[in-house]
């Protein structure tokens, strides 16, 4: 049973016109997290190169081995404009399957869900989760699994669980990066939306995306939400259930006093939220432990940001990173997610 | 916006044949809970009185004022007999919506989908989400609100709810139950399948569901899932964030030691299942307390039960009731639930 989405690839990067271009996150992400899967970029003639790949029509990109067209780069309003949807049956004609996490599906356009079904290409959205997801049945499964957590949604989770995945490959150990989200989906080319899943499937879905490994084998989840967040504390935790991590990594940015949008819910000490987190894992992982914090200190000077890590890792006893200022304190950080 | 379902009522109960009296289980919690909404019963021509209500014929129950028939019975294997499909089609052409908790859609039976197109009726069912549930907004609402929580499923959370609300009106307090699970729903006459909402959205449907209410007045919330379940703690969590509950109540059964079909998953101490209940709560009600434990004493005699729910309150300092043995040991839970 196949309980994830799986996506074809490799992809040309949708990017859009001079409008959208600076929207272009995904393909920015997917440009920079997945090199080896992007054959090129896509956009309206009258759009700017937009990821410094080559730029190519969907048939070139075909001819080269792509799989899908994904569509790299946010919408105005949602919708998708006439232009947007020529080139899109442009890329299905040329023999492309689309891949989309817009809120909208795909097949709500009727000229692309007729034109796909014509030529048997599919139209994949990456918010919708896969059928069948079980039920979660709590069984330990093998192999290693971290799981990145936070103080608030939109920290830093995605980003840290893909650059430990980076540095433990370096470090030539077996490491999947296990995505949660769309654009984390987009980037391993599998996963499962994990807050798109009806509630009672979510700790089945955490374990259908993590399943047993060799025992050297690591998977590096994408935390969601948080536990401290009015709304989403529930996928939160089913995530922490179901994944049954190892290893947590707690993730937060300097300067963030409360949840955002939400200034009356002050965040947690990094203490407390260690401490909530654990007590929680430890109901389907009782050797589960925190190996550090990462921090997003992009607000700060490099001068500032250092002194800041090093005193944040005196006063928890925990190594605590930028994973975007890599370097020694990340690699301090990656052996402790490590250590025995 | 409405985020919650609404039955028709007054309900004529479903009980079907000789081969399933005995899984009326649904009938018979409607029978108790909601009497003055029961017009009759109706069942094959084979089967036995299940209820002790008027066996009537749909058309009979439409002009005494039924609105629904409700399916009251459990099916074997989950499949819609033929003679059950010929009463159905019986009580829509009789002027009745039909309400149902199975798994499976009643708009899945083609006869019926199609005869209640034809005849403008509904087919409900009650596992289905209404539409347009909000996400969370964590915002204080006015009001008293009540949760029941548990150290497992299947432990008393929606019995102790409904006595609950029965004892609050019976002492003139404006109360109302709010129902999360199926049978719950069919009692209330309104609610949302907790369990069946996307992930995203447990928390908005726990808000919507106990909405801003007078000063005096008491939602009293039937719990979902437990924080203890590796399957289901993140819908418990939602529920419980969304409820921002005033009051807990903690259900549990004697005797029982670990999770239900989970052996390797002990179950914890009363006093650990309390302080994790209100360490969570907290983060949208700091004023939450819990006033008492309910305690599911049936595998004990009358002498060993009072001994027992003794000793228990004694331990605890809290009330310790079962509501099935009413009286003053129950009352005392009561009061407590009242206590400023």
Redesign the interface.
């Known amino acids: 049973m196949i309980a994830t989405l799986e996506l074809p690839r490799p992809y040309l990067l949708f990017v859009g016109g001079a409008a959208e271009s600076a929207y272009a996150k995904t393909a920015c992400g997917l440009r920079d997290w997945a090199p080896e899967h992007c054959i090129g970029e896509f956009g309206l003639a009258d759009g700017p190169a937009v990821t410094g790949l080559p730029r190519m029509q969907p048939a070139e990109a075909h001819r080269r081995g792509a799989r899908s067209l994904v569509i790299g780069v946010a919408i105005p309003g949602g919708v998708l404009a006439e232009e947007w949807v020529a080139c899109l049956l442009e890329a299905l004609h040329a023999g492309l399957d689309i891949v989309s996490g817009m809120h909208s599906r795909l097949a709500s356009t009727p000229l692309l869900k007729r034109t796909a079904e014509q030529l048997g290409r599919r139209l994949i959205d990456v918010r919708t989760p896969p059928a069948r997801i079980p039920?979660?049945?709590?069984r330990k499964r093998s192999g290693m699994r971290l799981l990145t957590v936070g103080t608030d949604c939109a920290i830093g989770k995605k980003y840290t669980a893909l650059a430990l995945t980076r540095a433990l490959r370096a470090r030539a150990i077996d490491a999947d990066f296990r995505a949660t989200g769309q654009t984390g989906i987009m980037i391993a080319g599998s996963g499962i939306p994990?807050?798109?899943?009806?509630?009672?499937f979510?700790?089945?879905a955490a374990e259908a995306l993590t399943p047993d490994a060799p025992s050297g084998h690591w998977d590096l989840v994408e935390g969601q939400g948080s536990?401290?967040h009015?709304?989403?504390?529930?996928?939160?935790?089913?995530?922490l259930?179901g994944a049954q991590p190892d290893v947590i990594v707690l993730c937060h940015e300097v300067g963030r006093l409360h949840?955002i949008d939400?200034p009356?819910?002050p965040l947690p000490t990094l203490e407390e939220a260690i401490a909530?987190h654990l007590?929680?894992a430890r109901?389907?992982n009782p050797a589960v432990r925190c190996a550090g914090v990462s921090l997003n200190t992009s607000k700060l000077s490099t001068t500032d940001a250092d002194a800041l890590l090093a005193a944040q890792s005196d006063r928890l006893g925990l190594p605590c990173a930028d994973p975007i200022r890599a370097g020694a304190v990340f690699e301090r950080l990656v052996s402790a997610c490590l250590q025995a």
Chains 1, 2 share one sequence.
């Open positions: 039920v979660g049945n709590g994990i807050d798109a899943v009806v509630a009672d979510v700790a089945g536990l401290f009015p709304s989403y504390a529930g996928v939160s935790l089913g995530l259930h949840v939400h009356e819910y909530l007590a929680l109901r389907t």
